[in-house]
C-alpha cells in the first residue's frame, strides 16, 4: 500500500501481477460503492475512490467471480456519429406529438437514465436525476418538442466532455518503447543485442552513433558526441569521454561509447519520471467537469423544495413545474457550449484546447514559466560574429570553414554553412575532410589546410589558440595553414516574435515571467535580459523544473509552464496550465492542455485572452440561467406557474444563455501581436 485515506487507496503491485490488477480495475470501477478505480500500467499503481465506511478488502471480496476474457473494445466512434442519437431526439421533439416521437425521446434518454441509475445507486443525487424526471414529466403531459429538445441539448454536452480527455498514455508508451533490435551487451570480444528486460546493473552496453542510450550509467570507455535535448533543452550536442554520466533518453551524435549500467529498464530517471507523469495526468484528465459539479449543486434543494410542496400541497402539477426549472439543464448546456465555441474558435486561431479544465485554469494564471531552447528560442544556433585574428579578413575565415565543414550535419556546421550563404560568399568544395570525433573537422581548401573546432582540436593539430572570449555564447575555433585565423561566435537565435508576446502577456496582467532552461547559466541569462524576465533558472533537469513549479504554487501563484519537449512534459503536469508548441516532442504535446498548432508563439497571449473571456461568458450564462429560474421557482413553489410557462422559461434561459456561449465564434478575429 502506498498511500491511504477515508475513502481513497493506492496500492503499488508488483510486475507479476500487473495484467491482473488491470481487471481488477474494470471490475472494482463498475462496483456500486466504488466512485472510480484507475489502473496505472506505467506506475504499476491501482488507486481506488470508494464510500467511507468501507475498505477495499470488503469491496474486492464481494466482487463477483470475473466474467471470461472479452477482446478489446473497439476505438471510439467518430464525433458525427456519436451525434446521432441527441440529432434523433431533436429531430422527433419537432416531428410533433406522436406515439412514435413519444418512444424515439424516451429511446434516446436511455443513457441519461442508466446515468441517474448509476448515481443513486451511490446513494447521490446528480442533475441527471433532474433531467431524467423532468423529460418524463415533459413526455407525460405531451410536450414532446420540449422534451426532444431537453434530452438532445443534455447528450450533447455528455459527448462534448466524453471527448475531453487526452492520448497521454499512448505517448508515454511509444517514449518508453524499447529498441525492437534490443540493447548491444558488451561482451568478450562480440556485442550480441539482448532483450533491454535482461540489461542489469554492472552490465557494460554499447551505443553507436544515431542510436538512442537505453540506460542511464557512466561511460567506461570510447568518446562521442550526444545530444541532451530530451533532458536538458540544450540545442548543441556535447562532447562526453569517460567518467561521465549519461541519461536514458539522451542520443549519440557521433561517435562509441561503452556505457557501465547504473539502472535498466523501469528504474531508469525517464522511467520513474514517466510514472510519476502518468499518476499525474491520470487524476488530471479524471477531474469532474466544471459544468456538472455547477449543475449538481443544484439539484438537492430543487429536490428538497419540491419534495416539501408536494407533501403541503398533494400537488403533482406545482412538483412537475418545480422539477422542470431545476437550473441544472441551463446550467450543463450552455456552459459546454461557451467552451466549445471557445475551443472552435480557438482552432480557427491555431489554439487547440484539450478541455474546458484547460480554459478554466488558463484563465486565471498570473505567473508564465517559460522553456528557453525551442519555446523563446528556435532551437538552432547561429553565428553572431566571426572575430578574425589580425591579418584575416572576417569573410575569407567564414568562406573557408563553411567549405571546410562540408555536408557535415553538425549543428555548428549547418549555422556556419548558413551565415555563408547569407553573405553570399559562396564557399568552394574541399578537396578531403577528415572528421575529428567531438571536435571538429581537418580539410584542405584551395590548396590551405583549415581546422574547424574547439581550442581542444588546435592545441592538439600544434595551432596556438589564444584566450576564449566573453561567455554568453558558444565558440568555435579557425586556424589556417597552422595559423590561428578566428573565433567564430554562435548564439540560439531568439524567436522575433517572443519580446512581443511577453510584453502583451504584461498587458494581460501575467505579474511574473520566469524563464527555466537546461542551458548554461550564461545563454539563459542572456535571453532574460533581452525579454526581461523576473526570474532565470539554468542547469535545471527535468525534476527541478517540476520542483520549481510546485514551488511558485506553494507560493500562491496560478502557474502556466510553456515548452516544448520532452523534459518540459512533467512540469506541465505539475502545472495549472500547460501550453506545448506543436512541433515539440509528442509527449509534451499529449502532456499539454493547451497546444499552439502554429510554429510560434504569436497566440499564446491570445489563449489566455481567450481562456479569460470565456470564463467571463460561463458566469455570465450561470447568471442568464439562475435569475429568471429562481424566479420562475419561486412562483411556481406558490402555484402561480404552470408548467407549460415553467418549460418556456426553462428552456427559454437556456437558450439565451447557449446564444450568449456562442459569442466567441461570432467575434472578430483578434490581430496578432507584431513579430
Not at 431524467?132 to 415533459?138: F, K, Q, R, Y
Request: net charge positive.
Amino acid at each position: 500500500m502506498a498511500h491511504r485515506t477515508a475513502t481513497r487507496i493506492r496500492l503499488r503491485v508488483a510486475r507479476c501481477d500487473a495484467e491482473a490488477a488491470a481487471g481488477l480495475a474494470s471490475r472494482l470501477a463498475a462496483h456500486p460503492e466504488v466512485e472510480a478505480a484507475r489502473w496505472s500500467a506505467a506506475s504499476r499503481s491501482l488507486v481506488v475512490e470508494h464510500r467511507r465506511g468501507r475498505s477495499v478488502e470488503d469491496l474486492v471480496t464481494s466482487l463477483p467471480h470475473p466474467a471470461p476474457a472479452t477482446p478489446p473494445a473497439a476505438p471510439a466512434a467518430p464525433l458525427w456519429r456519436q451525434m446521432l442519437l441527441p440529432a434523433a431526439a431533436m429531430a422527433a421533439g419537432l416531428a410533433g406529438a406522436a406515439p412514435l416521437s413519444t418512444v424515439v425521446i424516451a429511446g434516446c434518454a436511455a443513457p441519461i437514465a442508466r446515468r441517474a441509475a448509476r448515481s443513486l445507486g451511490r446513494r447521490h443525487l446528480s442533475v441527471d436525476v433532474l433531467d431524467l424526471a423532468a423529460a418524463g414529466i415533459l413526455l407525460a403531459t405531451g410536450d414532446v418538442l420540449a422534451a426532444g429538445a431537453g434530452v438532445g441539448l443534455v447528450e450533447v454536452g455528455e459527448r462534448i466532455r466524453s471527448r475531453a480527455a487526452g492520448q497521454a498514455r499512448g505517448a508515454l508508451r511509444g517514449w518508453l518503447r524499447a529498441d525492437a533490435r534490443g540493447v548491444r551487451l558488451l561482451g568478450e570480444g562480440t556485442e550480441p543485442r539482448v532483450p533491454a528486460g535482461q540489461v542489469r546493473p554492472g552490465d557494460r552496453v554499447v551505443v553507436y552513433a544515431g542510436e538512442t542510450i537505453p540506460v542511464d550509467g557512466e561511460v567506461v570507455a570510447g568518446e562521442g558526441l550526444i545530444d541532451t535535448r530530451t533532458w536538458t533543452g540544450e540545442p548543441i550536442p556535447r562532447r562526453v569521454t569517460a567518467g561521465v554520466e549519461l541519461l536514458a533518453g539522451a542520443s549519440v551524435h557521433d561517435g562509441r561509447l561503452v556505457i557501465a549500467v547504473r539502472a535498466a529498464g523501469g528504474d531508469t530517471r525517464g522511467a520513474r519520471l514517466a510514472a510519476a507523469l502518468e499518476e499525474t495526468l491520470s487524476a488530471t484528465t479524471r477531474v469532474s467537469d466544471m459544468a456538472r459539479r455547477m449543475a449538481d449543486r443544484f439539484v438537492l434543494p430543487v429536490v428538497l423544495a419540491g419534495g416539501g410542496v408536494l407533501l403541503a400541497t398533494g400537488d403533482l402539477s406545482r412538483l412537475a413545474a418545480m422539477l422542470i426549472v431545476d437550473f441544472g439543464t441551463g446550467v450543463r448546456i450552455s456552459i459546454p457550449t461557451a467552451i466549445l465555441a471557445a475551443m472552435v474558435a480557438g482552432a480557427r486561431e491555431d489554439i487547440l484546447f484539450r478541455s474546458g479544465r484547460a480554459l478554466e485554469e488558463l484563465a486565471g494564471v498570473d505567473t508564465v514559466v517559460f522553456d528557453k531552447t525551442g519555446t523563446l528560442t528556435t532551437g538552432q544556433p547561429a553565428v553572431i560574429a566571426v572575430e578574425a585574428a589580425p591579418g584575416w579578413s572576417g569573410d575569407e575565415v567564414l568562406r573557408l570553414a563553411a567549405a571546410s565543414e562540408g555536408h557535415l550535419p553538425h549543428p555548428f556546421a549547418r549555422a556556419i554553412r548558413r551565415a555563408a550563404r547569407r553573405r553570399d560568399l559562396r564557399p568552394p568544395e574541399p578537396r578531403w575532410v577528415r572528421h575529428r570525433c567531438g571536435g571538429g573537422v581537418v580539410a584542405e581548401v584551395e590548396g590551405r589546410t583549415v581546422v574547424v573546432g574547439d581550442r581542444r582540436l588546435l592545441l592538439d593539430e600544434g595551432v596556438a589558440c589564444p584566450a576564449v572570449g566573453a561567455a554568453g555564447s558558444s565558440l568555435a575555433a579557425v586556424a589556417v595553414d597552422g595559423r590561428f585565423a578566428a573565433w567564430i561566435r554562435l548564439r540560439d537565435r531568439l524567436r522575433p516574435e517572443a519580446p512581443a508576446v511577453v510584453e502583451r502577456l504584461r498587458g494581460l496582467g501575467i505579474r511574473h515571467i520566469v524563464i527555466a532552461s537546461g542551458d548554461r547559466p550564461g545563454a539563459v541569462r542572456a535571453v532574460g535580459r533581452q525579454l526581461g524576465a523576473d526570474d532565470v533558472r539554468a542547469r535545471l533537469m527535468p525534476e527541478d523544473k517540476v520542483r520549481l513549479v510546485r514551488d511558485l504554487r506553494d507560493a500562491g501563484r496560478r502557474v502556466a509552464v510553456v515548452g516544448d519537449g520532452i523534459n518540459d512534459a512533467a512540469a506541465m503536469a505539475e502545472a495549472h496550465a500547460g501550453v506545448a508548441l506543436s512541433r515539440g516532442a509528442d509527449l509534451a504535446r499529449e502532456a499539454a492542455d493547451v497546444v499552439l498548432a502554429g510554429d510560434d508563439l504569436v497566440v499564446l497571449a491570445r489563449a489566455v485572452e481567450l481562456s479569460r473571456t470565456t470564463m467571463r461568458l460561463v458566469r455570465q450564462n450561470v447568471a442568464l440561467v439562475a435569475a429568471p429560474n429562481a424566479a420562475a421557482l419561486g412562483l411556481a413553489t406558490l402555484g402561480m406557474m404552470p408548467p407549460l410557462l415553467a418549460t418556456a422559461v426553462n428552456n427559454g434561459s437556456t437558450v439565451v444563455a447557449a446564444a450568449n456561449g456562442l459569442r466567441p465564434l461570432r467575434s472578430r478575429r483578434t490581430g496578432r501581436p507584431p513579430g
